[in-house]
């Protein structure tokens, strides 16, 4: 059976998409704003882990709607919420299981238990989250055991997390990104794997 991973090319995708390849058949799925995006950094990432990528195009004028909804709001935490909400709904529409990096003591993204139960019941998928119970000391761990990774400020990584491609549409509209996401946001991306 397939299971369709959201996929960023960071450590906790890549992780969550290992344990999940255990019983499932995994496509990694990575959702861009711009279908003119190139991701070659998160296609490496894939083919470390072995699995094979899909890239979503996430609906036309998606990007302004949640950098609006970020200016306005004054932080990115709702919108960066919507976003996973779509990216999972889409994947659930395609997909028996559908599958994320989401761990224990995250707060964003993180779809609440009624919005899981909405959209399983809706679309008859499960929604799969191996890493809900993982903090993040022992999603480190596990990760160094098992990747290469590349630690950065978020920009600074290529990787394929939400939040560059809505701090781009901020500043497209004049504003500064900076005022409105936490500072020092660190970004992970896999760039080989570690031999036993």
Request: proline residues 8%.
């Given at each position: 059976m397939k299971a369709g991973v959201l996929y960023s090319g960071g450590k906790d995708s890549s992780?969550?998409?290992?344990?999940?390849g255990t019983?499932?058949?995994v496509e990694l799925n990575t959702f861009v704003f711009d279908r003119t995006?190139?991701?070659p950094s998160i296609e490496h990432a894939a083919q470390v882990l072995g699995f094979p990528l899909i890239k979503r195009v996430f609906p036309p004028g998606m990007a302004d709607e949640m950098a609006e909804m970020v200016i306005a709001d004054g932080y990115p935490n709702d919108a960066i919420n919507r976003i996973h909400q779509t990216a999972i709904e889409t994947l659930a529409g395609e997909y028996t299981v559908v599958g994320d990096g989401t761990r224990f003591d995250d707060r964003v993204?993180?779809?609440a238990r009624s919005q899981v139960q909405s959209i399983c019941g809706r679309t008859g998928s499960s929604y799969v989250r191996p890493l809900l119970g993982y903090m993040r000391s022992e999603i480190d761990r596990l990760a160094d055991r098992y990747f290469l990774v590349e630690y950065g400020e978020t920009g600074t990584i290529?990787?394929?997390?939400y939040e560059s491609e809505i701090r781009a549409?901020?500043?497209?509209?004049?504003?500064d990104p900076a005022a409105l996401f936490p500072p020092h946001h660190e970004q992970s991306l896999v760039v080989g794997k570690k031999t036993k």
């Open positions: 992780l969550a998409a290992v344990m999940l019983y499932y058949e995006r190139l991701i993204p993180m779809l290529p990787n394929g997390d549409a901020i500043c497209a509209r004049g504003a």
